[in-house]
């Protein structure tokens, strides 16, 4: 949920249209690339159930080696192949989807990069340099550090252990 100036937005993609109002350059300037970006936020947003299902998010748990179902490894591939032909066709001159900035589409993988590195999965290493890049970003490391430091009554059992 997004609360802005008296707006309340609770839908992703919303809340990246209600921001990129306030910085277009959230999105790509270019109309192709910025319809690509929105096409694979929308793929995100809509998709990878498989990866949902059976790697969830977690910032604070080492899960690395499980979660490894048909489903799951399915996802990542379409994942891995999306991030790099973005990369090929979009991303010249950053270490981002879209370039040197991190945008709308960086961060609705955002919660597909926590799962990578929290339950490390094999990734090629371009993808593991994006991951990189993503988790080191000011606003990702403020989301890290701000959910490892909330207290153990929010935390929720079923994300915290494996099944």
């Known amino acids: ?10 839908e992703s993609l919303a809340i990246c249209d209600y921001c990129a109002e306030i910085d277009p350059s959230l999105w790509p300037a270019d109309r192709a690339a910025r319809a690509h970006a929105r096409s694979i936020s929308a793929e995100m947003h809509a998709g990878f159930r498989g990866l949902r299902q059976n790697m969830w998010m977690n910032l604070g748990r080492d899960f690395a080696g499980h979660g490894r179902v048909p489903d799951a490894l399915t996802d990542i591939a379409r994942i891995e192949a999306m991030w790099a032909d973005t990369r090929q066709r979009f991303g010249a001159g950053g270490p981002f989807l879209f370039g040197a900035s991190f945008g709308a589409a ?14 490390k999965p094999e990734l090629s290493q371009a993808t593991k340099d994006y991951c990189a ?5 000011p606003l990702v490391d403020q989301w890290y550090r701000e959910a490892l430091a909330e207290p153990a009554s929010m935390l929720v059992d079923g994300y915290e252990t494996l099944p």
Do not use: N, Q, S, T
């Open 106 to 119: 960086d961060a609705m993988y955002a919660p597909v990069v926590a799962r990578f590195l929290g339950w």
């Open 133 to 137: 890049a993503v988790r080191a970003h």
């Open 1 to 10: 949920l997004l609360e802005h100036k008296g707006a309340k937005v609770w």
